[in-house]
Structures are given as C-alpha cells and as structure tokens.
C-alpha cells in the first residue's frame, strides 16, 4: 500500500462517515492539506495532543486494537480534566511497516473508541520509521467554564474517581506475560477473571469524559492522573499556591488490586502508577455532595482523599502518622 491508500483503506472512509454522521462542526475532514473546523459560538477551543511510543507506553508487540484505543483515550482524559466536549482528532501514525493486519485492529480500536465519544478523525499523517502514535484532539467548553490545574482555595478536599492502582498491576501482568512468565502476585495465584479485569484496566482505560462534563462549575480544580498520585498531587496544588494533606489509607483500591496484590504493593501502585487515567479534583466542602451525585450517575465512585491547605507541597499520612512514599510518579527524562 501506498501511504494514501493506506489512509484512505483505514481511516479515510470511516472518519468521513463519522462526519457525516452529524460530527459538529465539521467543514472539511480528511482529504486536503488542513481540516476546517467551526466552534460554537460562546466557547472556547480546547486542544489536548499526546504521544505514546513503542517499548515507553506500551509493550512492544501489544495488541494493536488496544494501542488505537490508548493513542485517543489519553487525550480524552486531558479533555476530561478540564470539563470540554471531544469533538475532533488528528492523527500522526509513523509505523515500521504497512501491515494490513495491524492497521485493520489499530483503526478498529481508535475508530470505536471516538465513535463513543462523538469525536470525528479529521486529518494527519503517516511516515514510516519506530513505531509511534500522536494524536491531537480538539473541543470546546463555553466561554469561562473550563476547569484548571488551578482555582482552589485553602479548605477544599482532594477527591479522586474509580480507583487506583489497577493499571499499575495490569502493567505487571502484561510484562509478565510477554516475558512467558506465569502470572502470580504476592498472595499466590489469581483467578483469570481477576486478571482479565486489571489487564483491562491497562490495555483499555477508560476516560472519564462524562464526569469531567458534570464536574464543571462544580470543581474548584481538576486534573487527569496520567503520571501517578505522587507525581501529579504537587502539580494541583502547586497550581494553586496551596499544600496538599493525605491520607493515604482513604486511596480507593479495587477489589481485584486487593486480590492480586499484597497491601504495600498495591498501596504503592496506587500512588505512583498513572496509566489508570482516573481525575483528581479539588471541591469546596459544600459542593461535594453535588459533585458525589454527580459522580454517581455517571456510574462512578468518588473517594476524598485529603484537603487543600496553606502552605505548598504535600503532606502525606498513614492511619494518622507521617507517611513518607517510596515511589516517584513517573518522568520520561528521570
């Protein structure tokens, strides 16, 4: 294949469905040299791009259906985040090879995934080289609403949705798979259906767009955990001019994390493992009842995990003492 036949076989017929479905806003897709787009009046664009890399995000050899579906999800986490509306990507796809079969199951994975999320594929390129993935994605918010890094005060409570650490023992698994190494955790062996679901957890994450929709004008400051607790906590607060206090025993474990793992260890990946794309938010206190109902019709768990304060940095307590991790949240240049 050609790199056009490539994009028109893959990508190009089933993003221009996708836009003729009703994608908003949509005035030229795939096809020129730059799409045109049109944001409703009264909002702001909100434009989000990430890269994930062969053998750094994911394993070498790992599904491809599930690569697609990362290469977008990490950007609809960022969107999340800030309380916008996906509505468009690009895609920037340098691969070693053009393998039908492979790019049958990546495009299957990202196409599914944006359907879900009413995000129409509108443009990009592909190069032959390592195999790569970056995608840009664009939305909107209405003019003022979009939730930051900062706006929280002194006195409001850290919350976290869904659970962590799942992603961090997914990771795990898989490493042990590919390695043909039998899968065991520190409690011994696990059923698959555990497995299965933490694998899930890593392979397929699951943005929270819904939530981060509802969220807004409720949350004071919100942010995605892609580098992990410890990693990204500091940035919040930091943002704000505010100290971080945790209680670490309120971390939201799963009960499969709790099966596979032993206490410490899961306690461990829940501070540090990013790849659960779970939000972290702050509220004021007389918001979270709202913002908990919130959460709960989108059919999530939200779990308070400490407060904001005075002061700058992150204070971190275990069953009422002081608590120092031993883990890093993660840093591509550390």
Known sequence: MSEFDLIDRYFGANAAAAAAAGAAGVVLGIGDDAALLRVPDGHDLVAAV??????????????ARAIGHRALAVNLSDLAAMGATPAWATLALTIPAANAAWLEGFAAGLLALAARHGVALVGGDTTCGPLTVSIQLLGFAPHGTALRRAGASAGDLIVVTGSLGDAGAGLR???????AVPAASARGGVDEPIQRELLRRFEFPT????????????????????????????KLAGASGL?????????PLSAALRAFASADQARDWALAAGDDYELLLAVAPE??????EAA???GLALT?????????????????????PNVLGYDHFR
């Open 50 to 63: 990430d890269t994930i890399v062969s053998g750094r995000h994911f394993l070498e050899g790992a599904d």
């Open 173 to 179: 698994l898989a490493q042990t798979a590919s390695a």
């Open 207 to 234: 943005p929270r767009v819904e939530f981060g929709l509802a969220a807004r004008g409720l949350a004071s400051a919100a942010m995605d955990l892609s580098d992990g607790l410890v990693g990204d906590l500091p």
């Open 243 to 251: 100290r971080a206090h945790v209680d670490v025993e309120h971390l």
């Open 287 to 292: 918001r979270l009842a709202a913002l908990t």
């Open 296 to 298: 709960e019709r989108c």
């Open 304 to 324: 308070r995990i400490g407060r904001l304060g005075a002061g700058m940095g992150v204070d971190w307590r275990l069953d009422g003492r002081e608590f120092l």
